[in-house]
Structure formats: structure tokens, C-alpha cells
């Protein structure tokens, strides 16, 4: 009887906060702080339309909850909304005006607590906008958030920062001009999905953050689609990343990372679709990697990665290798990659090409050696240089070679919808040279050969 009491107990002590809660309306022209230096536990707040100014401090656990056009204008300096207790809401609220302080981490949210969810707002005129400091287990949801466009990129704060702090959902997001997309720093088990990311630096940047997934986001016209850098175990599957241009720009950046999982992506009209520097015994696998400058940049202590069932497809370069060879595996389990340019055949007819795909060509390991030559990415030159080579096969350039190509694309059907809504090709259709350039680089090529060869062979022997 005594442990059914103290049973009882316990369980009235859990529930008595809801069931006595209170709701109070905030009507405009008063004071929200006000209100909430006097509510008690789990009540919530209603915030009328209007506009209210002060920055808030939420030090109890309850839901502020605006209703048609609330606006909450900071006083310009420090956070708008710092969120101490556990448990509290903040939903539908338009919020704007922090402090300008990187260091003191100004944001329109800044949340130091656990188990919290934040939705439905529209954060604007911001340093940071949502800030997680320390904070386990919240959510954030369906926000879209601005950053300071008069401020140049590497002043702004990022959209959703994330410091120390673990198993945290960010989804369906719409972020915009701050300096990061999502900033994910000693963050370990983080849930990204369905999040929209534009028009800024990176769109998703890990720093020591581990066994992170997102999933179904769209990173486009960024300089990087994605910047993972010193992380293990990251998943991630049915992300676009698209049109990411600029200096240094890439689809997908990987440093210093290992054991990653890339499945099912879209990587399209990258400046570079897939860098990776110093990572090992990552997967990537049924990834579109179409219509970028170069598909794939290595450096050579990139090691034991795995490709397979990719296509590549219509990129202007297919592999350039900073140093002499990656060691990376070009197939698993008896399926290569569809590679658009491969010419070879299928005699027997299995869907598997039946002489090996080489990856790399001169212009490529030229390109390597020296980035500078980049600039005649797109010349007839290089054109030539890669017909001459073809046909005079007399310089050893390293071993990455796909030995089981497909003769076909992967059929990637779930990309249809994500396609359509940036107005890409199903499938990312293979692109076809115009017949009089096609006739005018391969007279060019076989006019130059031996020039080109002469040529070539100087320069090995400079860069070996």
C-alpha cells in the first residue's frame, strides 16, 4: 500500500503541471516578458497579431503560440528568444532584429535546454537563427529563416547551428542567406530531412559530428552543396544537391571522413560533384552524378572507397587525382557504374561491358598534377589530347579502371519527382554533341596527334 502511494505520488506530481495549466492571451501593445515572469508551469501563451518589442527569456517550461501575424522585433543586441527551461514551444511567431555579436551567438532562437520543439516561425534580419547550445533532443520544424543579405558571407551566422549537442530532428526547413546552411559541430545521432538550403555557403557542414543521417533535403546554388569534415558514420540518402557554383565549389566535400554511406543522392551541375581529401572506407551507391565539370576530385590518400551501380553521366571530367592513384574500388558484388562516355561492348549480352572502363585520361592527370590547366576544361585542346591518347595508348597513368560496367543507367525512378521540381531531364538525359563541333574536335584531334604526344610526353617527364 505504502509504494501505491508513493506511486500515486509521483504520478500527480508528473501530470498536476497539465492538468491545472492555464492559457493567457497576449493582445498587442503589452508586454510578453510580462506575462511570462508570471505563468506557471506547462501554461501557454497566445500572441495576438501585432507587433511586440523586447527580447524574451523563457525560464519555465511552456508554449508561446502566435496566432495570425505576430511579430516579435529584438532590441538588437543579444538573442531575441533564449530558451533555458525543458520543454517548451515556440511556434508560429514571426521573429526579427538580434544583436550583430558572433561570439556571443546573437540569434533569433537560442536555446541552452532539452526537449523543445520550435515550428511553424519565420526568423529574419538574423545573425544566427536557431541556435543549439548544449541542448539534447529537440525539434525543429517546418521554420524558414533569413539571413542579413547586407552582410558579407563570412559575417553572417548560419541558419540552424548546432554546438555540442545530441539527437536533435531538423526538418523541413527553408533556409536562406546566412553563412551556413546547417552547422552540425560535436553533434553526434542528428536527424536532417526534407530541408531546403540556398543561396549560401555550405548547405549542410559537419565538424566532429558522428552517426549523423539526412535524408530528402535540397542543397542548390550554394558554393557546396554539403562540407562533412572530421566525422565518421554519416548516411545519407535522396539529397539533391545541385548547381553549386563558385570558387571551390563542390557538390559534396568530404574531409577527414570515413565510413560514410552516399545512397541514392542526386549530384548535378557541380563545379566538382564528390571532393574527398584524406577519407576512407566510404560507399556510395545508385547516386546520380551527371552535367558536372568534373564528377569526381581525389586526392590520392583517399583509399578503400567503394563505387557502385552509379551513373555518371554528361560530366565534362570524369576523375582527376591529386597525386598517382586513389586505390578506390570501382565495383561491389559484380555491378560497376553506367558511365555515359564508355564505348566498349557486351557480347554476351548480361548488361556488364566486357573490356574495363578507364576513368582517367592525359587532360585529367594533367589536371591533377597542375589545377591551373582547368581553364581548358572545355577546349578543343583537351578534346584532342583524349582522342590522341585513345589512339595511341603509350603512357601508363595510374589503374582506377571500372572492370564491370553497365551498359545501361541504374534505373533511378524515385529521382523523378525531385527532378521535375528543379526542372532537370528525367534521369538527367545523356546530352549529345552537336554533329559539327563533334566533326571539328576529332579533325583537330587526329591533325595534332603527333604534336599533342610530343608534347605530352615532355610534360610527363617534367611532372614524374
Known sequence: MKALIQYCAVLLSIVSPWLFAKTYAVQNGKSIQSVLNIVQKSDTLIIEEGVYHGNLLLTKPLSLLGTGKAIIVGDGAGSIITILADSCVVRGLTIEHCGAMLVNEDAGILVKSRYNIIEQNHLRDILFGIYLLQSDANTVANNVIEGRTELEQGERGSGIHLWNSHRNTLSRNTISWTRDGLYIQNANHTLIKENEVHSLRYGVHYMYADSNIFLRNSFHDNVA????????????????????????????????????????????????????????????????????????????????????????????????????????????????????????????????????????????????????????????????????????????????????????????????????????????????????????????????????????????????
Open 225 to 464: 552543396g554539403a562540407a562533412i569534415m572530421y566525422s565518421r558514420g554519416i548516411v545519407m540518402k535522396h539529397n539533391l544537391f545541385l548547381r553549386n557554383r563558385g570558387f571551390a565549389s563542390y557538390g559534396i566535400l568530404f574531409q577527414d571522413c570515413h565510413f560514410a554511406a552516399a545512397d541514392s543522392n542526386v549530384i548535378v551541375d557541380n563545379v566538382v560533384g564528390i571532393f574527398m581529401e584524406s577519407s576512407t572506407d566510404n560507399f556510395f551507391r545508385a547516386n546520380i552524378i551527371a552535367q558536372n565539370d568534373a564528377a569526381l576530385q581525389m586526392f590520392q590518400n583517399s583509399v578503400n572507397n567503394t563505387f557502385t551501380e552509379n551513373n555518371f553521366i554528361d560530366n565534362l571530367n570524369l576523375l582527376t587525382i591529386v597525386g598517382k592513384r586513389t586505390e578506390s574500388r570501382w565495383n561491389c558484388e559484380g555491378k560497376g557504374n553506367y558511365w555515359s562516355t564508355y564505348d566498349g561492348y557486351d557480347v554476351d549480352a548480361n548488361g556488364i561491358g566486357d573490356v574495363p572502363m578507364k576513368i582517367q585520361n592525359v587532360f585529367n592527370y594533367l589536371e591533377g598534377k597542375n589545377p591551373n590547366v582547368r581553364l581548358y576544361l572545355y577546349s578543343p585542346a583537351s578534346q584532342a589530347l583524349a582522342v590522341s591518347a585513345k589512339a595511341f595508348p603509350i603512357i601508363d597513368l595510374n589503374n582506377e579502371m571500372d572492370s564491370l560496367p553497365l551498359m545501361s543507367p541504374v534505373d533511378m525512378r524515385w529521382a523523378a519527382e525531385v527532378l521535375k521540381r528543379f526542372d532537370l531531364p528525367p534521369g538527367v538525359q545523356k546530352y549529345e554533341s552537336p554533329a559539327a563541333l563533334g566533326t571539328l574536335i576529332s579533325i583537330f584531334g587526329f591533325c595534332v596527334v603527333g604534336f599533342a604526344m610530343v608534347r605530352v610526353k615532355k610534360a610527363m617527364r617534367r611532372t614524374l
